[in-house]
Nanobody
Framework: VQLVESGGGSVQSGGSLRLACTTSGYGFRGYDIGWFRQLPGGVREGISCSSSDGETSYKDIARDRFTASRDDAANTVYLQMDNLRPEDTAEYYC????????????WGQGTQVTVSS
């Protein structure tokens, strides 16, 4: 499975972005797709997990501002990010696995999000 993230960019505080994680290869519908971010200091944080059974879970940092959605027909998982803050500045990655986004077997190359105040 190959993953490609897109949709990053530079926005002002309070703005929105929608990231996309598009996969190639077979078996997308069977994978759990996670969104993560790596902060400028190197810390990696989990954001969400869109499971193959249709469930989506979120970490606390994502609640009320970030929404993940899955389009199996398009082999894509989206991350809608609203009310962005400067502390959301990070490299955003998606991952794929069969373990509720715990093992991260496959990763994309990342997309940069920069939020200015």
């Amino acid at each position: 499975v190959q993953l490609v993230e897109s949709g990053g960019g530079s926005v002002q505080s309070g703005g929105s972005l929608r990231l996309a994680c598009t996969t190639s290869g077979y078996g997308f519908r069977g994978y759990d797709i996670g969104w993560f971010r790596q902060l400028p200091g190197g810390v990696r944080e989990g954001i969400s997990c869109s499971s193959s059974d249709g469930e989506t879970s979120y970490k606390d940092i994502a609640r009320d501002r970030f929404t993940a959605s899955r389009d199996d027909a398009a082999n894509t998982v989206y991350l809608q990010m609203d009310n962005l803050r400067p502390e959301d500045t990070a490299e955003y990655y998606c991952s794929a696995d069969h373990s509720r986004c715990l093992s991260g077997d496959f990763w994309g190359q990342g997309t940069q999000v920069t939020v200015s105040s």
